[in-house]
């Protein structure tokens, strides 16, 4: 899974960094194989920039006089933006004339932006994968360069077990992409220690409380709001331009025991569930409560997420919902006095977790590009165990898909490394499209108004029938996947209903898939 930025803004251009340690050359032409079987087990390579000054790629990706090579690339990271842009610098260095030119875009505008540059045929040689279209249509579509001829078993299983899965980064046994970053929970509620321990909310040791139920949050959040006078809220919130509230969601919800969370059914019945699983509306109603009481920030419908968190740490609010991408700004910043914690359950007793399927992607080589070589070469680095230490243990973005870089003795920030400590509070979800390939070729349409513009149009008291609005978007939802399932049937596909249905699904236990640990090249 990525660990989005989800509220990026603006665009940026960076420097570059490499791959390699390529050992063997045929007759003057660089290998595409050559370039892993030099360098195995994901440990970033030294020295392409060397060959490809001497030779050209094969396969008919074209490089410029003496190896030089300019790379596009896209994303959407804004507080991950310090480790791209070193790494990128890193690439360039270890690779003499290949230049990455990369550009930041808008969250919310990088589906469309990415759609736009396929049609034109004008997409970059290598992008983050959007989540719309899924990463199934976007290789049915001939967005992706598959990867096949540039790697091996070696380096495949550089990585952990069931890091490639067919049905989800691997399609008819051709690899895409690879994970970046490892299982950990999603979203985390942070805590400011200073508004804390002001508002008294400390143990006889003089450690500020953390909360772990809706109604630990209610209660600190009303101290904090009460002694905040109008200048401090116990709740930060920043939901203009992004998609927060799926952080909170997913955050108050998965322990509640409602599996689907933000925008998924609960496969132990295949259904979504907004209108049936009270803890929808629940939540929604513990929010507007918030909103209404006060405790909330009144600028939580016209702020940015960004806004939000820069307020957080200045000390105008007591807790906050993000991801772990938070936490290496704030502590560049100089801000590290808070705490992080998660899965906020109505009961001690948690009801569910957050949840993982094996398998990941991050970046593709898109098919468009002159420079495929160089462009997997990016890929690989971004995935190498060498440059997920640095961004887990350096910059604090996200645990690496490598296990050894998450040791919490290794990461340099103690908030940080709370955060790696969270890895139990995560269990293996079952995934429809591992066990059934052809679950990839059901397409849904989406759905509106989603569960943002529910909770929007409640907070702005637009919408008044909560169960109704629930409803509404459950049936809708429903019928959406009902429609989409028709349709591949109509196309060929063997799916139905009952490939979204996992009845002995235990939301407290790992599910197991009966799936290979590495897929066969």
């Not at 870089?405 to 969270?422: D, H, M, T, V």
Request: aromatic share 12%.
């Amino acid at each position: 899974m990525h660990s989005p930025d989800e509220t990026a803004t603006g665009a940026a251009s960076a420097s570059g960094a490499a791959f390699g340690a390529i050992t063997s050359m045929s007759n003057s032409v660089l290998s595409r194989r050559s370039v892993i079987r030099g360098g195995v087990a994901g440990a970033a390579l030294i020295g392409l920039g060397g060959l490809l000054a001497a030779c050209s790629p094969r396969g008919g990706a074209s490089t410029a006089a003496g190896g030089a090579a300019k790379l596009t690339h896209w994303d959407w990271w804004v507080s991950q933006e310090p480790w791209i842009k070193n790494e990128i610098a890193l690439f360039q260095k270890a690779n003499a004339g290949v230049t990455i030119t990369r550009t930041l875009n808008q969250f919310d505008q990088y589906a469309n932006l990415i759609a736009l540059a396929q049609r034109s045929h004008t997409l970059p040689d290598t992008y983050m994968l959007p989540y719309v279209p899924s990463l199934p249509d976007q290789v049915a579509g001939d967005w992706l360069t598959p990867l096949n001829s540039y790697i091996d078993d070696a380096w495949i299983k550089s990585f952990p077990k069931y890091s490639f899965v067919e049905g989800v980064n691997v399609f008819d046994g051709k690899v895409y992409t690879a994970p970046v970053t490892a299982t950990a929970p999603g979203f985390q509620l942070y805590i400011n220690n200073k508004i804390f321990k002001d508002a008294g909310l400390v143990d006889g040791s003089g450690d500020v409380l953390i909360p772990s139920t809706w109604d630990d949050v209610t209660k600190y959040a009303e101290a904090i709001s009460k002694k905040g006078n109008g200048s401090v809220y116990g709740l930060g919130l920043g939901s203009n331009g992004g998609a927060i509230f799926n952080a909170w969601v997913n955050t108050f919800l998965l322990g509640a025991g409602s599996p689907g969370g933000y925008n998924l059914p609960d496969y132990r019945t295949g259904e979504f569930t907004y209108g049936t699983d009270s803890n929808y509306a629940d939540f929604i109603s513990l929010l507007v409560d918030w909103y209404k009481k006060g405790f909330l920030s009144p600028d939580a419908l016209s702020a940015t997420d960004e806004v939000s968190r820069a307020n957080f740490a200045s000390g105008k609010y007591g807790m906050i919902v993000g991801g772990s991408y938070v936490i290496s700004p704030w502590v560049e910043a100089g801000f590290t006095d808070f705490s992080v914690t998660t899965l906020i359950s109505p009961t001690e007793k948690k009801a569910g977790y957050f949840q993982s399927t094996p398998g990941g992607f991050m970046l593709g080589v898109s098919s468009d590009t002159k420079h495929a070589d160089e462009a997997f070469s990016w890929l690989s680095w971004w995935a190498s165990k060498d440059a997920g230490a640095r961004f887990t243990q350096k910059y604090n973005i996200d645990l690496s898909v490598h296990p050894e870089n998450n040791e919490p003795s290794k990461i340099s920030s103690k908030q940080f490394g709370e955060y790696a400590s969270l890895v139990d509070l995560v269990r293996r979800a079952p995934s429809p499209a591992i066990l059934n390939p052809d679950v990839r070729k059901v397409k849904t349409a989406s759905v509106t108004p989603g569960l943002r513009d529910i909770i929007v149009g409640v907070l702005t008291e637009q919408i008044t029938d909560v169960p109704g609005a629930l409803n509404s978007l459950s049936d809708a939802s429903n019928a959406a996947l009902d429609t989409g399932i028709a349709e591949a049937v109509a196309g060929g596909a063997k799916v139905s209903r009952k490939d979204y249905t996992f009845a002995d699904w235990d939301l407290t236990t790992d599910y197991a898939h009966d799936i290979p640990e590495y897929p066969k090249l």
